[in-house]
């Protein structure tokens, strides 16, 4: 029997779960990057409880949650132009994170959270929606492309001393 997914805003209450899945999801995707020393620090200013409820609290922001049953199998995170952009329009937005498990991808899921992110940025009547993805993460370049996202510039993120080589990514609504 399948369980249908549950596609709802976050709220307080999910940021215990938000936090644990940030952390696994990062981990699972990114985690042999780093020495375990950066990541232990990453992940306890990234995903700790009180900065997940910060995140939660910020009007500004939006949080979509993706449960299916009683699991979390996935997020969607936008909010506010954070990114080093150069001369950025007044009205960008940014998409902050789409982290999926590793089971949910492949399945469709990842075009229905970019739709959400999409139809909340165009909602916000934005001129340009942003993002930052890993310079080698392949398949999340290619994701956004096909929504029409171009390379525009590029920056390090850190993850505790280790600087990672991000793109920055645009896309013209």
């Given at each position: 029997m399948s369980v249908d997914l549950?596609?709802?805003?976050?709220?307080?209450?999910?940021?215990?779960?938000?936090?644990?899945?940030?952390?696994?999801?990062?981990?699972?995707?990114?985690?042999?990057?780093?020495?375990?020393e950066d990541k232990e620090y990453f992940l306890g200013q990234r995903f700790s409880l009180e900065r997940t409820l910060q995140d939660l609290r910020d009007p500004a922001r939006t949080m979509t949650m993706v449960y299916r049953g009683d699991d979390l199998v996935a997020f969607l995170d936008c909010g506010p132009l954070t990114l080093p952009v150069e001369s950025p329009e007044s009205d960008a937005?940014?998409?902050?994170?789409?982290?999926?498990?590793?089971?949910?991808?492949?399945?469709?899921?990842?075009?229905?959270?970019?739709?959400?992110?999409?139809?909340?940025?165009?909602?916000?009547?934005?001129?340009?929606?942003?993002?930052?993805?890993?310079?080698?993460?392949?398949?999340?370049?290619?994701?956004?492309?096909?929504?029409?996202?171009?390379?525009?510039?590029?920056?390090?993120?850190?993850?505790?001393n280790t600087l990672d080589d991000e793109r920055i990514m645009c896309l013209a609504l």
């Amino acid at each position: 029997m399948s369980v249908d997914l549950q596609i709802r805003l976050a709220s307080d209450a999910d940021a215990p779960a938000l936090a644990a899945f940030g952390a696994k999801t990062f981990l699972e995707t990114f985690g042999h990057l780093y020495p375990p020393e950066d990541k232990e620090y990453f992940l306890g200013q990234r995903f700790s409880l009180e900065r997940t409820l910060q995140d939660l609290r910020d009007p500004a922001r939006t949080m979509t949650m993706v449960y299916r049953g009683d699991d979390l199998v996935a997020f969607l995170d936008c909010g506010p132009l954070t990114l080093p952009v150069e001369s950025p329009e007044s009205d960008a937005l940014e998409l902050y994170r789409l982290y999926l498990d590793e089971a949910q991808k492949g399945t469709g899921l990842a075009h229905r959270l970019m739709d959400m992110a999409l139809n909340w940025a165009r909602g916000k009547q934005a001129s340009a929606l942003y993002l930052g993805v890993w310079s080698q993460n392949e398949r999340a370049k290619r994701l956004y492309s096909k929504y029409g996202f171009e390379i525009v510039g590029a920056y390090h993120f850190k993850v505790g001393n280790t600087l990672d080589d991000e793109r920055i990514m645009c896309l013209a609504l």
